[in-house]
């Protein structure tokens, strides 16, 4: 994992980026299927059930790159002293659990 923070940029390798984004193309073409789904009248199930895996894959996707700060950047500021790294994760751990 390629993560290293300076002034709020995560530098990544290329085959990390590469990798974030083939994920975000795929949830992107998951978003233009279910708006076509609307546009072709689609049965609403059919529409929640494609809207359900869209979001396991943004979630899968955010869980990743998570995983990818703690064990980079996180660990790190921790390593410099860094208590701000803390209070960083606890808000953005907040903000996913919702």
């Known amino acids: 994992m390629g993560c290293c923070c300076e002034e709020k940029k995560t530098y990544r390798n290329e085959e990390e980026k590469k990798k974030l984004i083939t994920r975000l193309n795929r949830i992107e073409g998951q978003i233009r ?3 076509k789904m609307i546009e072709d009248d689609s049965y609403c199930i ?4 494609q809207c359900s895996a869209a979001q396991s894959a943004f979630s899968s996707f955010s869980r990743e790159l998570l995983s990818t700060h ?3 950047c996180f ?3 921790i390593k410099e002293g860094n208590d701000k790294v803390v209070e960083e994760l606890t808000s953005v751990l ?3 659990v919702k």
């Open 33 to 35: 299927g279910i708006k």
């Open 46 to 49: 059919d529409i929640l059930t």
């Open 70 to 72: 703690i064990s980079g």
């Open 75 to 77: 660990v790190r500021g």
């Open 94 to 96: 907040e903000k996913l």
